[in-house]
């Protein structure tokens, strides 16, 4: 087509476009909440992202962080630092703060030096500074404590607190603390101390799990990469401890979100492609009511480049107008949840504009719009003059060129390129992507076995159910449109609704009831008789688990150094940080092998470990395979003896790693325990505990999972939100298909009524076909919302799935009454359409 062809096109869609956009308000709503779902993520996170980034060093503490459990670090590393830089040391544990009253509560507890903070500033009611509040006077250290652990144990600043064996005064609350962290759950609320403070207690004892840091604030001019080298050519085996610098800050909360961020990335794609085949279906309809108009056209002289071209570009401009749309509403959207989060979880970030995710979201829409337009528009080019002639027929249907499938099949290739580009997790992507091609086939397979299996049916007696069921198998029936539209959008809905009633399953009832009453921590080697005495005299107690552990970090996988190891995303966390080590003659109670076998009893040879199935297939490790942990500077090797299926949801006594007898016997481990009991006497087990032992502490577990219940809740409430939206656009589409079908309707009413139908003659068949087609939908639909679900909920939630029969026929009921309602509100009108406008051109 040369110069000429592209003016008179543009032409063309200009006065198509004067006429006003009767006919695409579905397809720009299509693309407007499909772009703004996936606007809406990319924007969070990089407001989110810019507010990490933004806060990086008053996160972390520091430019720099040397982090190491049970020990601090040496003083010749505290004095390499001291070098390159302003240090400040912390000690961070766990403990039980006591009222004077007799209530308790767990507590993290921080203790800082008299440099801290080194970035940020700690604001406290009344406004003190950190070093006077933590001051000892009177005999008395200084302590400042979150305002919910003065609410937990009913005191007020002034009154007395007790820590282990430690007293404090309580000058001042904590209202912002500039290195906490974003986290979405703590175990306790925070105190803070000053060393001596802490020191006071008796808490320091070995085996105690404390974790030290030594927070480095660089001199101009010492970038982190030159202490970094400094400390691994001064101290080159050193393995004990973690090197952090302030672009790994906040390490956790980043992932958290990146999870969140992909399942919501997901549900938006969900909703893209509703829109996609919503704006597909509207240009159908479009280019159907213009078929004359093309016909003519085509008749005068037009090629079909031309007609392709004029209308293409008509296409492009309201996409660009629907993409527009979206992206305000993703922004506004993104800068709503960014200052939700901040308020409700203390997640930092930065609202704004921001170029990659709007350039992303107009791409996605331009190439949502092109990949479900351009194989319609070049069918409906393909329109033959003959159209216009009274007695003649079309040669056939028009089907799409080669070039314009091949178009279609690249933008949908882009799309995909993209979300892999943008996306945390691509594997998952791929995953969902081939989802989504099982399920349109699957959707495909079923309504060309619908319409078979409704012409292979006896007619039924009833002319109007005989019309209802021939109406789905006729030529140009409206089954395969509203299978693809209603069955994506429920399946969609089906798979978020049991993968959320399974995780409230989970924590409202089958931990519950499988969970222990209490976690005891910190119980000292010599200090497991008096506890195990103390609990097992109490009335109510069914029974009492305990373990070894001390802290250690993972260094090697099959020698290679952690660092270097590429593990599964959900095995990563065994290579942060430090993890629990415990030791075991027997197998603890409740192992179940997956591989291998369990040593001996009164095993004496070299180290062994029993490892989690899952965590150890995504590491790399099997049967024969080594595991290297540094345990307070000292190396262990221990070759992998069996693997076992760890059942985390049952919140027992499981840890990832259990080394053979003698292994861990030098080190000065402590005990963990779990206590079972009933819940009338949880309370006094406590009380018991609390007050044979106040250096242990107890946590609560109904407590914990309150809290987990409130974080879920919150994740939940995103996800219900970006369904709707996908629901939505499912919705649209569906009308919009239904809306295809009207023009007959009508005719078919009309003749009906004059052939002596009455109105609820042709009600009740429109009635029993539309139930037809959302019910078969319907049930479609839930399969493959079950199976989703269930793959979500093992795979990455790790915990239980039931099908929950009930909430799946709510759904598909949902989605029937969906499809009635819209069938029957698209032909309100035909039921009342006089006959002899239709039928005097007849």
Sequence with gaps: MNAAGVLLAIRLARRELRGGLRGFGVFLACLALGVGAVSCVGTLNASLEAGLRRDARTLLGGDLEVRQSHLPPRAEALDLLAGLGRVSLQARMRGMAHAGDGRSAVIEVKAVDAAYPLYGQVVLEPDLPPAEALAERDGLFGAVAEPRLLERLGLRPGQELRLGHGRFRVTAMLRTEPDRGATLFNL??????SRAGLESTGLLQPGSVVSYSAMVRLHPGVTSEQARTALAREFPNETGWRVLDYGQAAGGIRRSLDNISLYLTLVGLASLLLGGIGAAGAVRGFLASRADALAAMKAVGAERGQILAAYLTQILVLAAVGSALGLLAGVLGAN???????QVLGVPSAPGLYPGPLLSGLAYGLLTALAFSVWPLSAAAAVSPVRLFRGYADPGTPRPSACALTVSGLCALALLTLTLVNAPAPGVVLSFAAGVVLSSLALFLLARGAK???????????????????????????LTAVVFSLGLGLAVLCTVVLADLNLRDTLDRRMPASAPAYFFLDIPKDGLKLFQNTVLAMPGVTREEHAPTIRGRVVRVNGVPSEKVRPDPDAAWILRGDRGLTMADRPPEGTSLAAGEWWPEHYQGPP?????????????????GTITVNVLGREITAQVASLRRIEWTSLALNHAMVFSPGVLDAAPYSYLATVYCAPRTEEEVFLAVSKAMPDVTAVYVRDVLDDVRRTAGRIALAARTATAVALLAGLLVLSQALRANLQARRREAVVFKVLGATRGDVLLSLTAEFCLLGLSTALAASVIGALASRAFTTRLLLGGWSLHPWALAVCALAGTAATLALGLLGVRRALGQKAWPVLRNE
Aim: hydrophobic share 45%; charged share 20%.
């Design 608 to 624: 062994l470990v029993s490892f989690g199935e899952q965590e150890a297939k995504g590491l790399g490790l099997q049967i024969g």
């Design 336 to 342: 709503a949840a960014a200052a939700l989060l901040s």
């Design 188 to 193: 306790g609320p925070r105190l803070l101390l």
């Design 452 to 478: 078979a299996l409704a012409k292979s049916l006896p007619s039924p007696r009833d002319p109007r159910l005989r019309l209802a069921l021939g109406n789905i198998h006729r030529p140009g029936s409206g």
